[in-house]
Protein backbone atom coordinates (compact mmCIF):
# COMPACT_ATOMS: atom_id res chain seq x y z
CA UNK A 1 0.00 0.00 0.00
CA UNK A 2 3.10 2.52 0.79
CA UNK A 3 4.45 1.97 -2.25
CA UNK A 4 1.07 2.27 -4.40
CA UNK A 5 0.70 5.73 -2.61
CA UNK A 6 4.17 6.60 -3.59
CA UNK A 7 3.84 5.79 -7.08
CA UNK A 8 0.74 8.36 -7.15
CA UNK A 9 2.51 11.05 -5.43
CA UNK A 10 5.24 10.81 -7.63
CA UNK A 11 2.71 10.61 -10.60
CA UNK A 12 0.78 13.83 -9.14
CA UNK A 13 4.28 15.99 -8.86
CA UNK A 14 5.13 14.95 -12.87
CA UNK A 15 1.95 16.09 -13.69
CA UNK A 16 2.08 19.40 -11.95
CA UNK A 17 5.68 20.11 -13.32
CA UNK A 18 3.98 19.05 -16.78
CA UNK A 19 1.05 20.54 -17.44
CA UNK A 20 1.81 23.89 -15.58
CA UNK A 21 4.50 24.86 -18.24
CA UNK A 22 3.18 28.12 -19.72
CA UNK A 23 3.33 28.36 -23.57
CA UNK A 24 3.09 31.72 -25.21
CA UNK A 25 3.75 29.98 -28.78
CA UNK A 26 1.15 32.94 -30.54
CA UNK A 27 2.98 35.56 -29.00
CA UNK A 28 5.82 37.07 -31.81
CA UNK A 29 8.87 38.29 -30.97
CA UNK A 30 8.37 41.61 -33.22
CA UNK A 31 6.17 44.14 -32.25
CA UNK A 32 4.54 46.69 -34.76
CA UNK A 33 3.67 50.22 -33.39
CA UNK A 34 1.46 52.54 -35.06
CA UNK A 35 1.96 55.70 -35.80
CA UNK A 36 0.80 57.66 -33.15
CA UNK A 37 -1.72 60.92 -32.90
CA UNK A 38 1.14 63.34 -31.97
CA UNK A 39 3.61 61.99 -34.90
CA UNK A 40 0.13 62.62 -37.48
CA UNK A 41 -0.33 66.54 -35.62
CA UNK A 42 3.01 67.64 -36.42
CA UNK A 43 3.18 66.18 -39.90
CA UNK A 44 -0.39 68.41 -40.23
CA UNK A 45 0.04 71.65 -41.75
CA UNK A 46 -0.60 75.18 -40.08
CA UNK A 47 -4.10 75.69 -41.61
CA UNK A 48 -5.59 72.40 -39.43
CA UNK A 49 -3.89 73.70 -36.54
CA UNK A 50 -5.82 76.66 -36.71
CA UNK A 51 -8.84 74.46 -37.22
CA UNK A 52 -7.45 72.14 -34.98
CA UNK A 53 -7.40 75.30 -32.12
CA UNK A 54 -11.28 75.91 -32.73
CA UNK A 55 -12.24 72.55 -32.36
CA UNK A 56 -10.35 72.45 -28.94
CA UNK A 57 -12.18 75.62 -27.42
CA UNK A 58 -15.51 74.09 -28.75
CA UNK A 59 -14.91 70.68 -27.21
CA UNK A 60 -13.56 71.53 -24.11
CA UNK A 61 -16.91 72.22 -22.18
CA UNK A 62 -18.21 68.99 -23.41
CA UNK A 63 -14.92 67.19 -21.92
CA UNK A 64 -15.73 68.99 -18.68
CA UNK A 65 -19.26 67.47 -18.45
CA UNK A 66 -18.02 63.53 -19.65
CA UNK A 67 -14.89 63.92 -17.19
CA UNK A 68 -16.15 62.43 -14.26
CA UNK A 69 -18.07 59.29 -15.85
CA UNK A 70 -14.59 58.79 -18.24
CA UNK A 71 -12.29 58.81 -14.59
CA UNK A 72 -14.71 56.12 -13.42
CA UNK A 73 -14.82 53.87 -16.80
CA UNK A 74 -10.84 54.09 -17.48
CA UNK A 75 -10.86 53.20 -13.38
CA UNK A 76 -13.28 49.69 -14.07
CA UNK A 77 -11.18 49.36 -17.54
CA UNK A 78 -7.40 49.30 -16.06
CA UNK A 79 -8.70 46.89 -13.00
CA UNK A 80 -9.88 44.54 -15.58
CA UNK A 81 -6.67 44.66 -17.34
CA UNK A 82 -4.06 44.56 -14.02
CA UNK A 83 -6.79 41.23 -13.67
CA UNK A 84 -6.32 40.13 -17.71
CA UNK A 85 -2.51 40.59 -17.20
CA UNK A 86 -2.42 38.65 -13.65
CA UNK A 87 -4.17 35.85 -15.00
CA UNK A 88 -2.18 36.13 -18.97
CA UNK A 89 1.34 35.67 -16.48
CA UNK A 90 0.09 32.75 -14.76
CA UNK A 91 -1.57 30.82 -17.47
CA UNK A 92 -0.33 32.58 -20.50
CA UNK A 93 -2.60 32.41 -23.27
CA UNK A 94 -4.89 29.48 -21.83
CA UNK A 95 -6.90 30.63 -19.13
CA UNK A 96 -8.16 27.16 -18.14
CA UNK A 97 -4.65 26.20 -17.29
CA UNK A 98 -4.62 28.82 -14.41
CA UNK A 99 -7.74 26.54 -12.79
CA UNK A 100 -5.84 23.93 -13.95
CA UNK A 101 -3.05 24.77 -11.46
CA UNK A 102 -4.93 25.60 -8.61
CA UNK A 103 -6.79 22.57 -8.75
CA UNK A 104 -3.21 20.56 -8.64
CA UNK A 105 -2.37 22.73 -5.94
CA UNK A 106 -5.30 22.24 -3.43
CA UNK A 107 -5.05 18.44 -4.45
CA UNK A 108 -1.62 18.62 -3.05
CA UNK A 109 -2.55 20.65 -0.41
CA UNK A 110 -5.30 17.88 0.59
CA UNK A 111 -3.28 14.92 0.22
CA UNK A 112 -0.42 16.67 2.68
CA UNK A 113 -3.01 17.12 5.17
CA UNK A 114 -4.75 14.33 4.69
CA UNK A 115 -1.24 12.33 5.26
CA UNK A 116 -0.42 14.50 8.09
CA UNK A 117 -3.68 12.95 10.18
CA UNK A 118 -3.56 9.93 8.79
CA UNK A 119 0.48 9.66 9.89
CA UNK A 120 -0.36 10.84 13.41
CA UNK A 121 -3.34 8.33 13.74
CA UNK A 122 -0.44 5.62 12.65
CA UNK A 123 2.02 6.70 15.04
CA UNK A 124 -0.76 6.68 17.82
CA UNK A 125 -1.79 3.34 17.01
CA UNK A 126 1.84 2.01 16.94
CA UNK A 127 2.37 4.13 20.68
CA UNK A 128 -0.65 2.21 22.31
CA UNK A 129 0.27 -1.10 20.73
CA UNK A 130 3.29 -0.71 22.23
CA UNK A 131 1.78 0.17 25.51
CA UNK A 132 -1.18 -2.31 25.46
CA UNK A 133 1.38 -5.39 25.06
CA UNK A 134 3.57 -4.81 28.16
CA UNK A 135 0.93 -3.00 30.55
CA UNK A 136 1.00 -5.84 32.57
CA UNK A 137 5.06 -6.56 32.56
CA UNK A 138 5.42 -3.00 33.92
CA UNK A 139 2.60 -3.08 36.22
CA UNK A 140 4.42 -6.47 37.80
CA UNK A 141 7.86 -4.54 38.15
CA UNK A 142 7.32 -0.84 38.57
CA UNK A 143 4.71 0.67 41.68
CA UNK A 144 4.46 4.04 39.33
CA UNK A 145 3.66 4.46 35.67
CA UNK A 146 3.04 7.53 33.60
CA UNK A 147 1.99 10.48 35.48
CA UNK A 148 -1.63 11.52 36.84
CA UNK A 149 -2.70 11.98 33.21
CA UNK A 150 -1.93 9.59 31.15
CA UNK A 151 0.60 6.92 30.77
CA UNK A 152 2.51 7.68 27.51
CA UNK A 153 2.61 11.48 26.81
CA UNK A 154 2.71 12.48 23.32
CA UNK A 155 5.85 15.12 22.50
CA UNK A 156 5.35 15.13 19.40
CA UNK A 157 3.29 13.55 16.30
CA UNK A 158 6.56 10.78 15.79
CA UNK A 159 7.54 10.96 19.94
CA UNK A 160 6.25 9.09 23.03
CA UNK A 161 7.57 9.04 26.21
CA UNK A 162 6.78 6.54 29.33
CA UNK A 163 8.22 7.13 32.60
CA UNK A 164 8.07 4.54 35.50
CA UNK A 165 9.58 4.09 38.85
CA UNK A 166 9.15 2.46 42.51
CA UNK A 167 11.57 -0.29 41.69
CA UNK A 168 14.07 -2.00 43.98
CA UNK A 169 17.93 -1.48 42.42
CA UNK A 170 17.06 1.64 40.20
CA UNK A 171 15.70 5.44 40.29
CA UNK A 172 13.66 5.80 37.32
CA UNK A 173 12.64 3.80 33.91
CA UNK A 174 12.63 5.99 30.93
CA UNK A 175 11.46 5.24 27.72
CA UNK A 176 11.52 7.57 24.29
CA UNK A 177 9.38 5.58 21.54
CA UNK A 178 10.89 7.22 18.19
CA UNK A 179 8.62 6.29 15.56
CA UNK A 180 8.78 7.10 11.55
CA UNK A 181 7.68 10.72 10.87
CA UNK A 182 4.56 9.10 8.89
CA UNK A 183 2.93 12.46 9.14
CA UNK A 184 5.47 13.92 6.34
CA UNK A 185 4.88 13.04 2.98
CA UNK A 186 8.26 14.07 1.26
CA UNK A 187 10.45 12.33 4.22
CA UNK A 188 8.04 9.02 4.45
CA UNK A 189 7.41 8.43 0.81
CA UNK A 190 10.50 10.31 -0.54
CA UNK A 191 13.74 10.48 1.52
CA UNK A 192 12.80 6.51 2.96
CA UNK A 193 13.86 5.34 -0.02
CA UNK A 194 17.30 6.44 0.49
CA UNK A 195 17.87 6.64 4.32
CA UNK A 196 16.42 3.49 6.02
CA UNK A 197 14.00 4.27 9.07
CA UNK A 198 12.44 2.01 11.56
CA UNK A 199 10.31 2.55 14.63
CA UNK A 200 12.35 2.08 17.44
CA UNK A 201 12.51 2.20 21.45
CA UNK A 202 15.60 4.36 23.27
CA UNK A 203 15.36 2.89 27.35
CA UNK A 204 17.06 4.97 29.84
CA UNK A 205 17.58 3.06 33.36
CA UNK A 206 19.25 5.51 36.11
CA UNK A 207 20.83 3.63 39.18
CA UNK A 208 22.02 4.83 42.71
CA UNK A 209 24.79 2.28 42.87
CA UNK A 210 27.10 1.01 39.82
CA UNK A 211 30.83 -0.03 39.47
CA UNK A 212 33.04 1.80 37.98
CA UNK A 213 33.04 0.60 34.08
CA UNK A 214 32.07 1.51 31.01
CA UNK A 215 30.73 -0.69 28.03
CA UNK A 216 28.96 -0.57 24.72
CA UNK A 217 27.82 -2.90 22.60
CA UNK A 218 26.52 -1.41 19.10
CA UNK A 219 25.69 -2.98 15.56
CA UNK A 220 28.57 -1.58 13.06
CA UNK A 221 25.79 0.55 11.22
CA UNK A 222 25.17 2.16 14.36
CA UNK A 223 28.89 3.71 14.55
CA UNK A 224 28.31 7.11 13.05
CA UNK A 225 24.98 7.27 15.83
CA UNK A 226 27.22 6.21 18.78
CA UNK A 227 29.85 8.30 18.12
CA UNK A 228 27.42 11.56 17.92
CA UNK A 229 25.44 10.16 21.11
CA UNK A 230 28.66 9.37 23.19
CA UNK A 231 30.25 12.06 21.70
CA UNK A 232 33.04 11.20 25.27
CA UNK A 233 33.07 7.50 24.92
CA UNK A 234 36.14 7.10 22.68
CA UNK A 235 38.14 9.12 24.96
CA UNK A 236 37.49 6.42 28.44
CA UNK A 237 37.22 3.13 25.87
CA UNK A 238 38.84 0.99 23.32
CA UNK A 239 37.92 -1.39 20.73
CA UNK A 240 37.34 -5.52 22.14
CA UNK A 241 36.22 -8.07 20.59
CA UNK A 242 34.53 -11.51 22.00
CA UNK A 243 34.59 -14.76 19.91
CA UNK A 244 30.61 -15.87 20.83
CA UNK A 245 29.28 -12.79 19.75
CA UNK A 246 27.81 -11.99 16.27
CA UNK A 247 29.97 -10.38 13.72
CA UNK A 248 27.44 -7.78 13.32
CA UNK A 249 28.88 -6.41 16.70
CA UNK A 250 31.48 -4.22 17.39
CA UNK A 251 32.66 -3.83 21.83
CA UNK A 252 33.82 -0.32 23.37
CA UNK A 253 35.14 -0.72 27.26
CA UNK A 254 37.36 0.43 29.28
CA UNK A 255 37.87 -2.90 30.53
CA UNK A 256 38.11 -6.50 29.23
CA UNK A 257 36.55 -7.62 32.96
CA UNK A 258 33.38 -5.71 32.69
CA UNK A 259 33.25 -7.38 28.98
CA UNK A 260 33.50 -10.88 30.45
CA UNK A 261 30.94 -10.07 33.28
CA UNK A 262 28.47 -8.43 31.36
CA UNK A 263 28.52 -10.49 28.05
CA UNK A 264 27.56 -14.07 29.34
CA UNK A 265 24.58 -16.01 29.75
CA UNK A 266 21.37 -14.73 29.24
CA UNK A 267 22.87 -11.18 27.63
CA UNK A 268 25.30 -12.90 25.14
CA UNK A 269 22.28 -15.25 24.15
CA UNK A 270 20.24 -12.27 24.17
CA UNK A 271 22.39 -9.93 21.47
CA UNK A 272 23.38 -13.44 19.09
CA UNK A 273 19.68 -14.12 19.37
CA UNK A 274 17.87 -10.90 18.56
CA UNK A 275 20.49 -9.46 17.31
CA UNK A 276 17.73 -7.97 14.23
CA UNK A 277 16.02 -5.54 16.73
CA UNK A 278 19.23 -4.64 18.77
CA UNK A 279 20.84 -1.39 18.18
CA UNK A 280 23.29 -0.98 20.86
CA UNK A 281 23.61 -1.86 24.60
CA UNK A 282 25.43 1.05 26.62
CA UNK A 283 26.53 0.59 30.40
CA UNK A 284 28.31 3.85 31.95
CA UNK A 285 28.98 5.26 35.07
CA UNK A 286 30.29 8.39 34.13
CA UNK A 287 28.92 11.13 31.28
CA UNK A 288 29.61 10.44 28.13
CA UNK A 289 28.02 13.40 26.65
CA UNK A 290 29.23 17.37 26.02
CA UNK A 291 26.28 18.79 28.15
CA UNK A 292 26.56 16.60 31.05
CA UNK A 293 30.57 18.03 31.11
CA UNK A 294 29.98 21.23 31.16
CA UNK A 295 27.12 21.17 33.47
CA UNK A 296 29.55 19.60 35.95
CA UNK A 297 31.92 22.14 34.95
CA UNK A 298 29.89 24.96 35.94
CA UNK A 299 28.98 22.80 39.43
CA UNK A 300 33.00 22.68 40.23
CA UNK A 301 33.16 26.25 39.69
CA UNK A 302 30.38 26.80 41.74
CA UNK A 303 31.59 24.87 44.82
CA UNK A 304 35.49 24.92 44.30
CA UNK A 305 35.78 23.04 47.85
CA UNK A 306 34.62 19.99 46.50
CA UNK A 307 36.60 20.07 42.87
CA UNK A 308 38.28 17.14 44.33
CA UNK A 309 35.94 15.10 45.07
CA UNK A 310 33.72 16.12 42.32
CA UNK A 311 36.64 14.59 39.90
CA UNK A 312 37.16 11.51 42.09
CA UNK A 313 33.85 10.51 40.92
CA UNK A 314 33.27 12.47 37.88
CA UNK A 315 29.35 12.37 36.61
CA UNK A 316 28.29 11.01 40.07
CA UNK A 317 24.36 11.14 39.09
CA UNK A 318 25.31 9.76 35.48
CA UNK A 319 25.07 6.22 36.70
CA UNK A 320 23.28 5.01 33.50
CA UNK A 321 22.17 2.18 31.49
CA UNK A 322 21.20 2.91 27.82
CA UNK A 323 18.93 0.29 25.45
CA UNK A 324 17.83 1.07 21.78
CA UNK A 325 15.89 -1.84 19.92
CA UNK A 326 13.93 -1.74 16.82
CA UNK A 327 9.66 -1.85 17.27
CA UNK A 328 8.83 -5.20 16.23
CA UNK A 329 5.42 -6.01 14.88
CA UNK A 330 5.38 -9.74 16.81
CA UNK A 331 3.99 -9.12 20.33
CA UNK A 332 5.95 -12.03 21.72
CA UNK A 333 9.41 -10.11 20.14
CA UNK A 334 7.85 -6.76 21.58
CA UNK A 335 7.76 -8.41 25.04
CA UNK A 336 10.96 -10.44 25.61
CA UNK A 337 12.85 -7.09 24.49
CA UNK A 338 11.20 -5.31 27.24
CA UNK A 339 11.45 -7.86 29.54
CA UNK A 340 15.18 -8.20 28.75
CA UNK A 341 15.60 -4.47 29.30
CA UNK A 342 14.10 -4.79 32.85
CA UNK A 343 16.52 -7.85 33.17
CA UNK A 344 19.25 -5.65 33.36
CA UNK A 345 18.44 -3.28 35.83
CA UNK A 346 19.46 -6.38 38.28
CA UNK A 347 22.41 -7.17 36.11
CA UNK A 348 23.67 -4.26 35.70
CA UNK A 349 23.40 -3.43 39.96
CA UNK A 350 25.21 -6.58 40.60
CA UNK A 351 28.25 -5.78 38.74
CA UNK A 352 30.97 -6.14 41.35
CA UNK A 353 35.02 -5.76 40.02
CA UNK A 354 37.90 -6.26 41.34
CA UNK A 355 39.49 -3.59 43.58
CA UNK A 356 42.78 -3.79 40.74
CA UNK A 357 40.40 -3.31 37.99
CA UNK A 358 38.88 -0.17 39.40
CA UNK A 359 42.03 1.19 40.40
CA UNK A 360 43.17 0.82 36.90
CA UNK A 361 39.70 2.11 35.42
CA UNK A 362 40.53 5.67 37.82
CA UNK A 363 44.33 5.85 36.85
CA UNK A 364 43.22 5.67 32.82
CA UNK A 365 40.50 8.09 33.81
CA UNK A 366 42.56 10.51 35.73
CA UNK A 367 44.64 10.73 32.89
CA UNK A 368 41.99 11.76 30.45
CA UNK A 369 40.71 14.47 32.56
CA UNK A 370 44.30 15.36 33.06
CA UNK A 371 44.38 16.02 29.29
CA UNK A 372 41.18 17.76 28.74
CA UNK A 373 42.45 20.22 31.78
CA UNK A 374 45.39 20.78 29.94
CA UNK A 375 43.40 21.47 26.70
CA UNK A 376 41.00 23.77 28.12
CA UNK A 377 44.07 25.66 29.88
CA UNK A 378 45.31 26.24 26.50
CA UNK A 379 42.63 27.08 24.99
CA UNK A 380 42.03 29.56 27.66
CA UNK A 381 45.56 30.94 27.35
CA UNK A 382 45.01 31.28 23.62
CA UNK A 383 42.07 33.19 23.89
CA UNK A 384 43.67 35.20 26.74
CA UNK A 385 46.34 36.57 24.14
CA UNK A 386 44.06 37.07 21.27
CA UNK A 387 42.29 39.65 23.59
CA UNK A 388 45.33 41.21 25.30
CA UNK A 389 46.25 41.07 21.11
CA UNK A 390 43.25 42.42 20.40
CA UNK A 391 43.41 45.49 23.06
CA UNK A 392 46.95 46.28 22.18
CA UNK A 393 45.97 46.84 18.21
CA UNK A 394 42.68 49.06 19.33
CA UNK A 395 45.20 51.01 21.97
CA UNK A 396 48.02 51.79 18.88
CA UNK A 397 45.25 52.45 16.78
CA UNK A 398 43.55 55.33 18.95
CA UNK A 399 47.06 56.83 19.23
CA UNK A 400 47.27 57.18 15.97
CA UNK A 401 44.13 59.16 15.74
CA UNK A 402 43.53 62.85 15.99
CA UNK A 403 42.43 64.95 19.19
CA UNK A 404 39.03 65.22 17.61
CA UNK A 405 38.95 61.87 16.30
CA UNK A 406 39.88 60.15 20.13
CA UNK A 407 36.72 62.18 21.31
CA UNK A 408 33.73 60.98 18.91
CA UNK A 409 35.82 57.39 19.87
CA UNK A 410 35.36 57.98 23.48
CA UNK A 411 32.08 58.93 23.19
CA UNK A 412 31.35 56.10 20.97
CA UNK A 413 32.87 53.49 23.48
CA UNK A 414 31.01 55.54 26.12
CA UNK A 415 27.20 54.76 24.67
CA UNK A 416 28.13 51.04 23.88
CA UNK A 417 28.69 50.77 27.39
CA UNK A 418 26.17 52.35 28.49
CA UNK A 419 24.03 50.55 26.41
CA UNK A 420 25.36 47.09 27.76
CA UNK A 421 24.68 48.23 30.89
CA UNK A 422 21.11 49.08 30.57
CA UNK A 423 20.66 45.20 29.93
CA UNK A 424 21.59 44.83 32.84
CA UNK A 425 18.63 44.06 35.65
CA UNK A 426 19.99 45.69 39.28
CA UNK A 427 18.49 43.93 42.07
CA UNK A 428 17.96 45.62 45.15
CA UNK A 429 19.06 43.54 48.17
Not at 112 to 124: E, L, P, S
Not at 138 to 144: I, Y
Not at 237 to 242: I, L, R
Amino acid sequence: MRKFRTVILFLVIYLSFYLTRSYNGNFDDIVIVDESEEDRMKSAGGAEKGAKKGLDTEAASEAESEAEPDAESDAESDAESDAQQLIHSWAGDNENLLYLKIGIFLCLLVVTIANGVVGRKTNRTIALYWLRSCKDIFLQNFAKLGNEKSFLFEKSYDKFEFYCTGRKHCNYYFVNLNLCKRQCLWRYYLLSHFVKENDSMSVAIHFDKLDKGVLCVFKKHQKKYIDCRFPNLNKYTKMMAKKELKGSYEIKGDSNEIMELVLNGKILNFLNTYDRYVNYVCITDIALFDSEDRLSGEKEEKHPSEQKDQQGNRGGKHKFCFLNFVIPKNVEDLRTLVSFSIYMIDACYCIELSEKVRDHVRKMRSIVEKEDLRKKQQLKELQERKKAQKLQEEKERVEKMSAEQQRKYEEKKQKKSLKKMKKIKIIKM
